[in-house]
């Protein structure tokens, strides 16, 4: 049994309440007494124990602190390293300040202060009322610095005697643009900057390229012409999208133009002296040979999108039965169909059973087709055949009482098990005369007003 020794009471201490006598026993002698008062716990003995030494004993493993060099106190918490410049360590707050107001030395070097001054519980509007620096300048300083730190990196390899370039007053508003991308795109980038003596605005348009180069791939036609870890054939793409785009056909050869001037590969080269001889012939009024006129960069059906409120404030809505692209034909066809419908009362019965359903507000072409009309939805609009499909969810509402392909139409078929929409144009140049279904309209999701306010920033 393991007895713990506890502090003694001060004899003139009096006990609060007086416990009941207890019951005579035998007699212990006091010597053995104290010894018991005196024991401390060293150890928890576990069941089976005996004498020390013995057998029987199992103690818990016992792990001595670990001990300070000669001389030094064991610390074990260090603080992190201070992300101010050495230079900057000794200043009190006075001078610290002193140094933003006065903008003194280079910006990446008192660019830390302000997030100094962050931690110390300073806000942005304090630190613009105390250095007149303004939150947004502020923001851009840090990340700026931020960016800079990396390309010092082993990962970006960036060389450091092209550093300087950015030390000059406008380098922070250089170097934020590029936030968005690693620190090996963010070396690349800023290589090209340097290269082609970029502002802000080109910086911008350059970082935004190199991040959704990667999404295109199998989504753009030529996407795969141009090389990925190259800047100027991100930006090059970029401009060879804004391309296919263009209505005018003037416009679509200015963007043409501009992508060949950073293209860096040869095959990315080729693809763009093809399109632009394709643009020119059609500028000349000359025949441009099947497939070579980009009708692919503007869908052949009406794309709409919903607005918030528009089906409750709709005259006439419609219920449709709703599947997924993964469903295949077989669910297609099997989605309930319009049996009768109740003008006066708006009653609609149908056929069968069904789980999802969507309203959507009584469009002419969609009315028309209401017996047989359906709403396919696609996770990602950007499998859509036209360029200027986005990334977001869709509901494409087809006819299934249509399946015979016509060239200016576009159609829903199945492929590995998925339905997909593609053009009547290119389902004839394949030999496919019947379809699944014949699309009416595709409906993109409400935007939300701020979002498509700010829709040209990178943010």
Same mark, same amino acid.
């Given at each position: ?115 100094a ?69 963010r ?22 390229s ?22 100027? !054939?991100?930006? *090059?793409?970029?401009?060879f999208?804004?391309? /296919?785009e263009?209505? $005018? %056909? #003037?416009?679509? &050869?200015? @963007? ?15 693809r ?9 012939k ?18 052949a ?25 993964? !469903?295949?034909? *077989? ?6 169909? /319009?049996?009768?419908? $109740? %003008? #006066?009362?708006? &009653?609609? @019965? ?34 859509l ?55 009416? &309209? ?10 498509m ?7």
């Open positions: 049994m393991l007895s713990l020794s506890h502090p003694h009471t001060h004899p003139a201490a009096a006990p609060r309440h007086q416990r009941a006598p207890r019951p005579a026993v035998a007699a212990t002698p006091a010597s053995c007494r104290r010894r018991a008062s005196h024991i401390a716990a060293s150890a928890i003995l576990l069941p089976g124990g005996g004498s020390t030494g013995g057998r029987g004993d199992r103690k818990l493993p016992f792990t001595p602190p670990p001990m300070a060099p000669p001389g030094q106190l064991y610390q074990p918490f260090h603080p992190p390293p201070s992300p101010l410049p050495s230079k900057f360590r000794t200043l009190d707050l006075t001078q610290r300040l002193e140094v933003l107001r006065e903008r003194l030395g280079q910006w990446h070097e008192y660019a830390p202060l302000i997030s001054l962050s931690r110390d519980g300073f806000t942005p509007s304090s630190i613009e009322e105390a250095t007149s620096i303004t939150g947004v300048e502020q923001n851009c300083l840090v990340v700026a610095s931020q960016v800079r730190d990396s390309l010092l990196s082993e990962t970006a390899a960036f060389p450091p005697d092209l550093l300087p370039y950015f030390d000059s007053y406008g380098g922070p508003d250089l170097l934020y643009e590029l936030r968005f991308l690693n620190a090996r795109q070396a690349d980038a800023a290589k090209h900057a340097i290269d082609y003596r970029l502002e802000p605005k080109g910086v911008r348009e350059l970082a935004r190199m991040k959704d180069f990667p999404r295109r791939r199998a989504v753009d036609e030529g996407w795969e012409a141009f090389d990925g870890a190259s800047p100027g !054939d991100c930006l *090059a793409f970029a401009r999208r804004q391309s /296919r263009a209505i $005018d %056909v #003037d416009d679509r &050869i200015a @963007e043409l133009n501009r992508a060949l001037q950073v293209v860096a590969t040869e095959t990315a080269r080729a763009l002296e093809l399109e632009m001889e394709r643009a020119r059609k500028a000349a009024g000359e025949e441009v040979e099947e497939g070579e006129d980009d009708t692919a960069s503007r869908p059906v009406n794309v709409v999108r919903l607005q918030y409120g528009e089906v409750a404030e709709a005259s006439t809505v419609l219920l449709l039965p709703v599947v997924r692209e993964t !469903d295949g034909v *077989a669910a297609m066809e099997s989605a309930p169909r /319009r049996t009768k419908t $109740d %003008v #006066d009362l708006g &009653i609609v @019965e149908v056929d069968k059973a069904w789980a999802r359903w969507a309203v959507v507000p009584g469009w002419g072409p969609v009315a028309a087709a209401a017996e047989e009309a359906v709403a396919i939805e696609l996770a990602d609009g950007r499998r055949p036209w360029r200027t499909a986005e990334e977001e969810p869709v509901l494409v509402i087809a006819n299934r009482g249509q399946k015979e392909v016509a060239e200016q139409g576009s159609y829903v078929l199945e492929k590995e098990g998925r339905l997909v929409v593609e053009r009547g144009r290119k389902l004839a140049e394949q030999g496919i005369t019947v379809a699944a279904a014949e699309v009416l &309209i595709v409906v993109r999701p409400p935007r939300d007003e701020d979002e306010i700010s829709d040209e920033e990178w943010d």
